[in-house]
């Protein structure tokens, strides 16, 4: 039997902004005056490409040929006396052993077998290739024994198993677990937080190792006798730069990528390489004055081509950065610096949407559609789609999603028994005889299905204890980031060239608010609804803000206290109801926690989504989007009727 194998890539990672603030935060544990780190990191493009597959031995072997003539294959046994000596012994394979000793130790997982196929990410470059090998480590345990860790439990584990090595490495480099993306990272005593972030433009990036000389053991240790405590100004300085200042530069760097403002965002690199030379440069001038680092910065060739630049990492001369005006200049500055026996390499980043996780909670049995749900779970329910193809349910949803920019979605299951039917519709190819049977683009069909299935994690609801209690048990998925939640019975149809949950999405970025899909409903029908209530907040009328939500109102009292009044049409009242997608943000899901712990329940003793919306509503604010598209229901018979005849072409 062939063995289920899986394809990774980790990246290396770059600081944008923020050096050196992940352990200066970490000193709040002993001094709550020092100011919280934070720091800009991203993904870079060059990485480390493997093959991961369950194996009774922890191994990591390379076909790469970029590293093949360097490269020794690894393997031990998965023993935790002889996993801890290999990650102390200082050895190549010591950050994988270390991570590995981690994850049995936690996790009582066996053994992998890791082939990496391919190398671009250079080594002792500053951009953490052995966080990036942690990383990739940790993640193939995770998928091979299904343990459902989220990006940020990856990330956590990638850097304790770093730890039980002789590196002593900072909290930022395992932001190579988020991908080619920047990501906001706070520091906060031990407590480390990650926040995605939209781009408006497009950003080139070069950056370079300087081939120079620098002793990163002598600028830390130097730089660290400003913590706990300050003492001389020398030492003051450090602290403000690393705290108050660059609270403040990574605030407003964030500003100008989300408003596009890149000519101010590379002045403010320059700037920030200026203020490095002023406060923090005094306390360790022998490894910080960096001329060579000046020398590039200064280049003239380079300022025509590039906004601005500033050093990376502990900085000295290791490494530099620059932001160039356009993708020609980024490839000139490449070339110019390569001519200068430098190795440099680019980094676009696209602008990218804030929400790249969604949920979809299929737990319930189907008790309406029985008894085709005996056999046929209703999330598998066959519709035709647009492009003639028939489909089950969830594969629209799943593509719903990916044409949204998400990347990682969340199935909430009612039982692992359920999970068999998705690995086989989504993680097991065809047979050869069928496989030969399909034409041509059906093939590449196929390989769609599959790549889709690389998107899904899975949480279980075993006890039915309500939509909320579903929503909730993807808290450590969700990992503090904003979510889309769609439903597992309800399909869209967008009357524009962007999809329902695009159009959902794009509307998040501007108001960053919890939100709630709604469309309008006749009066008479409201009774059978959650109604919302409220006013708008946009010309378009599109933007509801929410003053009520009530379940199931009669027609009379809606009538009288939830119809929404147009400013267009004077006087005219609507009512709206959910149109069957959500964005939940941590406060969300924090009120799902405390409504839990408290037993927060209806009549039927189940925990209700709506219900924290409604506290959260009144605590911070909830918006009502209205979407230009139609929802299709699945969930009873006759809706199941109207969404086959009518879902591609809707009345």
């Not at 209690?469 to 060239?497: K, M, Q, W």
């Amino acid at each position: 039997m062939k063995k289920d194998t899986k394809e990774l890539f980790v990246p290396g990672r770059l600081c944008l902004f923020g050096e050196h603030s992940d352990w200066a935060g970490k000193y709040r544990t002993m001094n709550a005056d020092i100011v919280a780190g934070a720091a800009i990191v991203s993904g870079i493009e060059q990485g480390i490409y493997a093959t991961v597959e369950r194996d009774s031995h922890f191994s990591v072997t390379s076909t790469a040929p970029e590293i093949k003539s360097l490269w020794q294959d690894f393997s031990c046994r998965m023993d935790a006396h002889e996993l801890k000596d290999i990650a102390k012994s200082g050895s190549f394979f010591c950050y994988c052993a270390g991570v590995a000793s981690y994850m049995l130790e936690w996790y009582k997982v066996g053994g992998v077998k890791i082939n990496i196929t391919k190398m671009t990410l250079p080594i002792k470059s500053g951009l953490s290739s052995s966080a990036a090998i942690c990383v990739l480590v940790a993640r193939a345990f995770n998928l091979m024994y299904n343990l459902n860790l989220s990006t940020m439990g990856e990330m956590n584990i990638a850097y304790w198993g770093e730890l039980r090595t002789s590196s002593r490495c900072g909290r930022l480099d395992q932001a190579c677990a988020f991908g080619v993306h920047p990501v906001l990272m706070t520091f906060d005593a031990e407590e480390v937080e990650v926040k995605n972030f939209n781009i408006r433009e497009t950003l080139y990036w070069v950056f370079s190792d300087l081939n120079g000389t620098k002793d990163t053991i002598k600028i830390l240790t130097d730089l660290n006798k400003a913590f706990p405590f300050a003492e001389g100004e020398r030492e003051k300085n450090v602290q403000y730069a690393l705290g108050e200042l660059n609270q403040k530069t990574v605030n407003e760097a964030i500003t100008l990528m989300e408003e596009g403002r890149v000519e101010e965002l590379g002045a403010l690199m320059t700037k920030a390489q200026a203020d490095f030379d002023k406060y923090i440069t005094p306390m360790c001038p022998s490894q910080l004055s960096s001329p060579k680092l000046h020398q590039i910065l200064a280049d003239e060739r380079i300022k025509e081509l590039s906004y601005g630049g500033k050093g990376v990492g502990s900085h000295g001369d290791g490494s530099v950065q620059f932001l160039a005006k356009s993708k020609e200049c980024q490839t000139e500055i490449v070339e110019y610096l390569k001519s200068k026996g430098l190795h440099p390499y680019g980094l676009t980043i696209e602008p990218k949407h804030t929400i790249r996780k969604a949920i979809i909670p299929v737990a319930g049995f189907g008790t309406r559609l029985y008894p085709e749900t005996r056999f046929l779970k209703k999330d598998f329910f066959p519709i035709i789609d647009k492009d003639g193809q028939v489909k089950p349910l969830i594969l629209i949803l799943l593509e719903e999603c990916k044409a949204a920019g998400i990347e990682e979605i969340c199935i909430v299951l009612g039982s692992r028994e359920e999970r068999e039917q998705y690995r086989q519709f989504f993680e097991t190819p065809l047979p050869k005889e069928h496989l030969d049977k399909l034409p041509k683009e059906k093939l590449k069909y196929e390989r769609h299905i599959l790549d889709l299935g690389k998107r899904l994690t899975y949480v279980y609801q075993t006890e039915k204890k309500g939509f909320g209690d579903a929503v909730y048990r993807c808290a450590d998925f969700a990992a503090n980031e904003p979510v889309l939640l769609l439903l597992g019975d309800t399909i869209y149809h967008s009357n524009t060239n962007k999809c329902c949950a695009l159009q959902f999405i794009e509307a998040y970025e501007k108001y960053n608010k919890p939100m709630m899909s709604i469309h309008e409903i006749p009066l008479e029908k409201v009774c059978y609804y959650g109604v919302t209530s409220g006013k708008w907040i946009d010309s378009k009328e599109r933007v509801l803000l929410m003053s009520n939500i009530t379940e199931k109102p009669s027609s009379a009292y809606a009538e009288e206290n939830l119809g929404v009044v147009s400013v267009a049409v004077t006087g005219r009242k609507r009512y709206y109801c959910a149109f069957g997608s959500y964005i939940l943000t941590k406060e969300v899901f924090a009120q799902l926690k405390e409504n839990i712990n408290n037993n927060v329940v209806n009549a039927k003793g189940e925990i209700e989504l709506t219900t924290a919306l409604e506290q959260v509503r009144q605590q911070n604010g909830l918006l009502g989007v209205k979407l230009d598209g139609k929802m299709f229901d699945i969930g009873v018979p006759n809706e199941y009727r109207n969404t086959m005849c009518n879902y591609v072409s809707p009345c």
